[in-house]
């Protein structure tokens, strides 16, 4: 028979009012709870199970009688109780507000005295901490993200402080290191020797020699900044060699940053080049844009903070019994409690949101300090009995003045820790002693199923039927803790308790912290108070909008200032020379470089002059020697003609003289003049295999 079936009829055998005998099965079933108890414990965050000298406040203190002399579930908690007990810091606790009552709002708290809970994890203190980074509660990434962080912080630091060192050197320890120049240098050779790095006082030097009127020298250092920077985020790479077309170039693939970068150089070398005179708002254009530029790097930093503060939380709203619930964990804590029904089978959480009726079955634990006003306590017994839920009460010192419960709690006479329950006679769970319940008249309560404590068969929590549902009031709500499941049955006890009700499987712990959080971020920026600040930077932000003005016209993007192809200047030059009417320059130019490209190609047997060269061309391209030589010497007289007025070659009459311009049939000489050369050329030009090998 399955598990499900056994409960079933275990189940049916409770409604039907009769006693379950402890068999094997039950046994079973129980070994299988303590399993799960002992695995949630094994956890190392549960410091009080696995530290031998955990501090326990009173309250916790009172269960060392229970757990006597060992623990296979907790086996350090023994030793523990040995020490006397600590009273520890309840600031945090007593901070929220208090218990029970009415608050401001007049909403009835389920409780009506300061809760028994001592505090949590994060409020013990021991008297010699240990100093130790947990990263446990963060992600993988967060944790990868938090050590880069810092390894680059005090790596920044250390390089920081070895720079200021070797900067402020002895001149003594530099004079060991370099000998003394034979004369001083001069201010321009210490300018080229001394290259500014930091891009910070790159920044700084270009605004202090904007406000001296040096603009040129303003321009140089705000690139210089860009250039540093982009270099020092791996984007280029500076270089002597490099122009600012390669600069430009090696940001392809970065468009955000390839088109600032390319207007910049525009206005930069605008200047450099002479195009435009420096002056203060082409300064002011060209700081305008390096400036966002070169601090997008702290931006990358905030950014990554950011991050790392959103990703360290890998689940800030409470998660069913697992490590990203991130519940408390000592002693008085649920946070085990949570993850023992998770083993179990149930689907448990700490509920956040505001508490309202569920509309579907399940089992609601409340705790002392869940805030519910008498409107919220009537629709939940409403769903009680509509729905089949289970409403489980542990610990309220004032129970909700509900006709059905008619119930309150009171002090306890009965001494002993032994409870048992009714339905089951092998079961042996353990409370410390102190409260009891009874009727709103003072008697002892009779219901069908009941726990009772020690010989006096006082009444330590009940279980009513309420129309479809149940209702579980428990007088001690230490019974729903995580130092009660080091107890031998008290785990089981409670999962009885829940599993009255066949349908719920899930469970919801509704504590003080039920309905705190903000269901709106309108409502948390509200409860932060952070509507002044907020305020404050719209009003910068309207400020900034207001000092940088705004457009009169429809914004449009700078024409992009492309690059021709070499054909287009060889045809902007050829009719230039054209409009000049200057063939005969332009055929001396292509004559000179022809000839020199002829000498190259053909032997000549070392010879020297046009002779050798005209048999050689002629041998080549079986051609009539006459005819080669003629050719050879008419571009010989071109060369001549158009060679520069400082040339040697030039003849004394045309040295100073502007070349004469020529006829028509002089450019069709010209012309057929290049063509001949040009098929010189091409007959004693490599063959195509030789031009691919080589």
């Given at each position: 028979?399955?598990?499900?079936a056994?409960?079933?009829?275990?189940?049916?055998?409770?409604?039907?009012?009769?006693?379950?005998?402890?068999?094997?099965?039950?046994?079973?079933?129980?070994?299988?709870?303590?399993?799960?108890?002992r695995?949630?414990?094994e956890?190392?965050?549960?410091?009080?199970?696995?530290?031998?000298?955990?501090?326990?406040?009173?309250?916790?203190?009172?269960?060392?009688?229970?757990?006597?002399?060992?623990?296979?579930?907790?086996?350090?908690?023994?030793a523990?109780?040995?020490?006397?007990?600590?009273?520890?810091?309840?600031?945090?606790?007593?901070?929220?507000?208090?218990?029970?009552?009415?608050?401001?709002?007049?909403?009835?708290?389920?409780?009506?005295?300061?809760t028994?809970?001592?505090?949590?994890?994060?409020e013990?203190?021991?008297?010699?901490?240990?100093?130790?980074?947990?990263?446990?509660?963060?992600?993988?990434?967060?944790?990868?993200?938090?050590i880069?962080?810092?390894?680059?912080?005090?790596?920044?630091?250390?390089?920081?402080?070895?720079?200021?060192?070797?900067?402020?050197?002895?001149?003594?320890?530099?004079?060991k290191?370099?000998?003394?120049?034979?004369?001083?240098?001069?201010?321009?050779?210490?300018?080229?020797?001394?290259?500014?790095?930091?891009?910070?006082?790159?920044?700084?030097?270009?605004?202090?020699?904007?406000?001296?009127?040096?603009?040129?020298?303003?321009?140089?250092?705000?690139?210089?900044?860009?250039?540093?920077?982009?270099?020092?985020?791996?984007?280029?790479?500076?270089?002597?060699?490099?122009?600012?077309?390669?600069?430009?170039?090696?940001?392809?693939?970065?468009?955000?940053?390839?088109?600032?970068?390319r207007?910049?150089?525009?206005?930069?070398?605008?200047?450099?080049?002479?195009?435009?005179?420096?002056?203060?708002?082409?300064?002011?254009?060209?700081?305008?844009?390096?400036?966002?530029?070169?601090?997008?790097?702290?931006?990358?930093?905030?950014?990554?903070?950011?991050?790392?503060?959103?990703?360290?939380?890998?689940?800030?709203?409470?998660?069913?019994?697992?490590d990203?619930?991130?519940?408390?964990?000592?002693?008085?804590g649920?946070?085990?409690?949570?993850?023992?029904?998770?083993?179990?089978?149930?689907?448990?959480?700490r509920?956040?949101?505001?508490?309202?009726?569920?509309?579907?079955?399940?089992?609601?634990?409340?705790?002392?300090?869940?805030?519910?006003?008498?409107?919220?306590?009537?629709?939940?017994?409403?769903?009680?009995?509509?729905?089949?839920?289970?409403?489980?009460?542990?610990?309220?010192?004032?129970?909700?003045?509900?006709?059905?419960?008619?119930l309150?709690?009171?002090?306890?006479a009965?001494?002993?820790?032994a409870?048992?329950?009714?339905?089951?006679?092998?079961?042996?769970?353990?409370?410390?002693?102190?409260?009891?319940?009874?009727?709103?008249?003072?008697?002892?309560?009779?219901?069908?199923?009941?726990?009772?404590?020690?010989?006096?068969?006082?009444?330590?929590?009940?279980?009513?039927?309420?129309?479809?549902?149940?209702?579980?009031?428990?007088?001690?709500?230490?019974?729903?803790?995580?130092?009660?499941?080091?107890?031998?049955?008290?785990?089981?006890?409670?999962?009885?308790?829940?599993?009255?009700?066949?349908?719920?499987?899930?469970?919801?712990i509704?504590?003080?912290?039920?309905?705190?959080?903000?269901?709106?971020?309108?409502?948390?920026?509200?409860?932060?108070?952070?509507?002044?600040?907020?305020?404050?930077?719209?009003?910068?932000?309207?400020?900034?909008?207001?000092?940088?003005?705004?457009?009169?016209?429809?914004?449009?993007?700078?024409?992009?200032?492309?690059r021709?192809?070499?054909?287009?200047?060889?045809?902007?030059?050829g009719l230039?020379?054209?409009?000049?009417?200057?063939?005969?320059?332009?055929?001396?130019?292509?004559?000179?470089?022809?000839?020199?490209?002829?000498?190259?190609?053909?032997?000549?047997?070392?010879?020297?002059?046009?002779?050798?060269?005209?048999?050689?061309?002629?041998?080549?391209t079986?051609?009539?020697?006459?005819?080669?030589?003629?050719?050879?010497?008419?571009?010989?007289?071109?060369?001549?003609?158009?060679?520069?007025a400082?040339?040697?070659?030039?003849?004394?009459?045309?040295?100073?003289?502007?070349?004469?311009?020529?006829?028509?049939?002089?450019?069709?000489?010209?012309?057929?003049l290049?063509?001949?050369?040009?098929?010189?050329?091409?007959?004693?030009?490599?063959?195509?295999?030789d031009?691919?090998?080589?």
């Amino acid at each position: 028979m399955s598990r499900r079936a056994r409960l079933f009829a275990a189940l049916f055998a409770l409604s039907a009012g009769a006693p379950l005998a402890r068999d094997a099965r039950a046994e079973d079933a129980e070994k299988n709870v303590h399993w799960s108890v002992r695995d949630v414990l094994e956890d190392d965050r549960y410091r009080f199970c696995h530290e031998d000298d955990y501090p326990l406040t009173p309250e916790e203190h009172a269960w060392c009688p229970i757990i006597a002399g060992s623990s296979d579930v907790c086996p350090e908690l023994p030793a523990a109780c040995k020490l006397p007990p600590v009273e520890l810091s309840r600031s945090a606790v007593s901070g929220r507000g208090g218990r029970g009552g009415r608050d401001a709002s007049g909403k009835h708290r389920a409780g009506g005295a300061p809760t028994d809970r001592g505090p949590n994890e994060d409020e013990r203190r021991r008297p010699w901490p240990e100093m130790r980074v947990d990263l446990s509660g963060m992600s993988f990434f967060a944790s990868v993200l938090f050590i880069g962080l810092l390894v680059v912080f005090f790596g920044g630091v250390i390089h920081a402080l070895l720079k200021n060192l070797l900067r402020d050197r002895a001149p003594a320890d530099e004079a060991k290191e370099e000998k003394a120049p034979a004369r001083g240098p001069t201010p321009e050779e210490t300018a080229r020797r001394e290259v500014e790095t930091d891009v910070q006082r790159l920044l700084a030097r270009a605004r202090s020699h904007a406000s001296r009127g040096d603009h040129a020298r303003a321009i140089d250092d705000a690139y210089a900044a860009l250039l540093r920077r982009l270099d020092g985020d791996g984007l280029i790479e500076i270089h002597p060699s490099r122009t600012n077309g390669d600069y430009v170039r090696s940001l392809r693939e970065r468009p955000d940053l390839n088109g600032a970068m390319r207007s910049i150089v525009r206005d930069v070398e605008g200047v450099q080049f002479g195009v435009t005179p420096p002056s203060e708002p082409i300064f002011r254009a060209v700081m305008d844009r390096v400036v966002p530029l070169v601090s997008r790097a702290l931006a990358l930093a905030f950014v990554a903070f950011g991050l790392s503060a959103a990703l360290s939380c890998i689940s800030c709203t409470p998660h069913a019994g697992g490590d990203e619930g991130g519940g408390d964990r000592s002693p008085s804590g649920t946070q085990a409690v949570l993850e023992v029904l998770d083993e179990q089978g149930f689907k448990a959480r700490r509920r956040g949101e505001a508490l309202a009726a569920p509309d579907r079955a399940l089992a609601l634990v409340v705790l002392p300090g869940a805030t519910i006003d008498d409107a919220t306590w009537k629709d939940l017994f409403a769903w009680v009995s509509d729905k089949g839920g289970t409403l489980f009460l542990a610990g309220l010192p004032r129970l909700p003045d509900e006709v059905e419960l008619g119930l309150r709690v009171a002090q306890d006479a009965e001494t002993s820790t032994a409870l048992a329950a009714d339905w089951s006679r092998g079961l042996r769970a353990s409370l410390p002693p102190g409260k009891r319940l009874v009727e709103a008249n003072g008697d002892e309560p009779e219901d069908l199923y009941m726990i009772l404590r020690g010989e006096s068969s006082s009444t330590a929590g009940v279980v009513r039927r309420l129309g479809e549902g149940k209702v579980v009031v428990v007088a001690d709500d230490r019974l729903v803790s995580n130092v009660s499941l080091a107890a031998p049955d008290n785990a089981q006890l409670f999962l009885d308790l829940l599993r009255f009700a066949p349908y719920a499987t899930e469970v919801e712990i509704v504590d003080e912290w039920t309905g705190v959080g903000a269901e709106t971020p309108f409502e948390a920026v509200r409860e932060a108070n952070l509507w002044p600040v907020i305020a404050q930077l719209f009003l910068l932000l309207a400020l900034l909008y207001l000092w940088k003005g705004s457009a009169f016209a429809r914004l449009r993007d700078p024409p992009a200032a492309g690059r021709r192809a070499f054909a287009d200047h060889a045809r902007a030059l050829g009719l230039a020379y054209r409009r000049a009417r200057a063939s005969r320059h332009a055929a001396g130019l292509y004559a000179s470089w022809a000839l020199d490209r002829l000498r190259e190609r053909v032997h000549r047997s070392g010879r020297r002059g046009l002779i050798p060269l005209a048999e050689a061309i002629a041998a080549r391209t079986g051609r009539p020697e006459a005819e080669v030589m003629r050719v050879l010497v008419e571009a010989s007289g071109a060369r001549e003609d158009a060679a520069p007025a400082s040339s040697l070659r030039a003849p004394e009459s045309a040295r100073g003289a502007r070349p004469s311009p020529r006829s028509r049939d002089g450019a069709a000489a010209d012309l057929e003049l290049v063509r001949e050369l040009q098929g010189f050329l091409d007959a004693t030009g490599q063959r195509t295999s030789d031009r691919k090998t080589t």
